[in-house]
């Protein structure tokens, strides 16, 4: 299976029908590749820093709103944290999935929103929206100028997003190691590795003991995150 992280760390914690356990159910191979979601503003809001697009939302206490791809997603978990830590009177709308709120981003229906790298930036190079901020823990490669939520003041929101490959459980571990080697030799190609800076993702291969590690950290941060937010299974 080749897996978000947020099949593992995020829906366990946010969804009635993942009746999984990741731990347990899954094998870890290898990790594939980081990167993080990007704070989008319309430009209607004239932000071209958080800070901007803060007071932009404070000046309309109850009139604006953001998108996310859904309720319990990471671009919802983010955006509600987001808010309650800004103090904003803001809506959530969540969408089917990242097409349609990133669609109604640009025509301006709602005011920011955390997208997925690519979209947020087919939505700066159209003209109609800025990119201010990525909620990680660092800056990303591809998005160099653009700051860390961090460095723009706001703190606790540094949540990682990566991809990753898994097997069933109980996958015996001369196959494990075969298929970690196998799969890390690919993501070292070239085109491979293209292709991932294209969606402005890193590749980033590891052992299975560390992506065991990694899930483990993603899971119980995000935890911590979607309980403080408030955000019960559905």
Same mark, same amino acid.
């Given at each position: ?7 593992? !760390?995020? +829906? ?5 029908? %993942?009746?999984?356990?990741?731990? &347990? ?17 319309? *430009? ?30 990471? @671009?919802?978990?983010?955006? *509600?944290?987001?808010? #309650?830590? +800004? ?11 990242? %097409?349609?709120? /990133? ?5 301006? #229906? ?5 997208? !997925? /790298? ?11 929206? +800025? ?7 660092? #800056? ?17 929101? !540094?949540?990682?997003?990566?991809? !990753? ?19 890390? *030799?690919?993501?070292? %190609? *070239?085109?491979?590795? &293209? ?10 291969? @590891? ?16 935890? &911590?995150?979607?309980?403080? /937010? ?5």
């Amino acid at each position: 299976m080749y897996s978000p992280s947020s099949t593992v !760390a995020q +829906n366990p914690h946010t969804l009635l029908q %993942a009746d999984y356990d990741p731990f &347990k159910d899954l094998t870890p191979i290898t990790l594939a590749a980081r990167g993080p979601l990007v704070l989008v503003a319309h *430009e209607s809001t004239g932000a071209k820093t958080v800070a901007q697009l803060v007071d932009y939302v404070k000046a309309n206490p109850g009139k604006l709103s953001y998108a996310s791809f859904g309720t319990g997603t990471s @671009s919802h978990i983010i955006g *509600e944290m987001f808010a #309650r830590k +800004n103090g904003l009177d803001i809506t959530h709308v969540p969408y089917k999935g990242g %097409a349609d709120a /990133a669609r109604d981003l640009l025509s301006g #229906r709602v005011t920011y929103m955390f997208d !997925a /790298a690519p979209n947020a930036i087919t939505a700066q190079q159209t003209g109609r929206a +800025n990119l201010l901020a990525v909620p990680s823990a660092e #800056r990303s490669t591809t998005l160099p100028d653009v700051p860390t939520l961090t460095e723009a003041g706001v703190e606790g929101l !540094a949540l990682p997003s990566w991809m !990753a490959f898994y097997g069933p459980p109980g996958l015996p571990q001369d196959v494990v190691q075969t298929l970690n080697r196998a799969i890390g *030799e690919s993501l070292q %190609a *070239e085109e491979v590795a &293209k292709f991932f800076q294209m969606g402005a993702y890193t590749v980033s291969p @590891s052992t299975p003991e560390a992506l065991t590690q990694i899930t483990r950290e993603t899971y119980d941060l995000w935890g &911590k995150v979607i309980q403080d /937010a408030g955000i019960e299974k559905q």
